[in-house]
Structure formats: C-alpha cells, structure tokens
C-alpha cells in the first residue's frame, strides 16, 4: 500500500536550518508531483511547498518563500525540504503527500524552532 515516512526533524534555533526526507513507496514515485505540507499546534493543516515529476515545476507558499527548497530524487522514492533560516512560526508537524486526494498519510515529522 502507499505509504510516506517522514523523517529529519527536531529542535532547533532560530535562524537554523533542518533538511526533512520523506521515503515514498506502494507506488510509481517519478509519475506523480509531490507536496509538503504542516500543521502548527491548533491549527489546520496547511500547503508549504510542491514539486513536479521531473522538478520541473517548484512553487512556494508565500511564508516559506526563499528559505524552504523542495526537491526530489526518483531514482531513491524521496522527496526533500531544506529549511533555511526558520523562525518559531515554523513550528509543526510536517508531512509530505502525493499532488491528489489519497485519503492516506504518513506519522509526519515534528519541527520545533526556538526563539
């Protein structure tokens, strides 16, 4: 079955960075654009970053717009998000997922960032 595991997270300052990995599989990674998405506490579950097949297409939300980078590797089934100077409002549990409706998701990792 499709599954995503996410790892890479963790406490960290302000103005630090962190890289998180999600390992895909139960499917044809390389046919299908990828996206990361978080939920701080208490809040909805937002959109943060997507990816195209080939890494053709990359587009940002605009509150992690020129510090988060998404990329891929097909050949490895993994999906990536470098996080470059993050700030507290970054903090959340963050999870990757496919570009549709698949009910699925994985445990998500936890991203804590000090002031």
């Known amino acids: 079955q499709v599954q995503f595991v996410e790892s890479g997270g963790g406490l960290v300052q302000a103005g630090g960075s962190l890289r998180l990995s999600c390992a895909a599989s139960?499917?044809?990674?390389?046919?299908?654009?990828m996206r990361w998405y978080r939920q701080p506490p208490g809040k909805e579950r937002e959109w943060v970053a997507y990816?195209?097949?080939?890494?053709?297409?990359?587009t940002y939300a605009d509150f992690v717009k020129g510090r988060f980078t998404i990329s891929r590797d097909n050949a490895k089934n993994t999906l990536y998000l470098q996080m470059n100077d993050l700030k507290p409002e970054d903090t959340a549990m963050y999870y990757c997922?496919?570009?549709?409706?698949?009910?699925?998701w994985g445990q998500g990792t936890q991203v804590t960032v000090s002031p």
């Open positions: 997922h496919r570009d549709d409706n698949l009910p699925s």
């Open positions: 139960g499917f044809t990674f390389s046919t299908y654009s």
């Open positions: 990816i195209g097949t080939s890494s053709e297409i990359t």
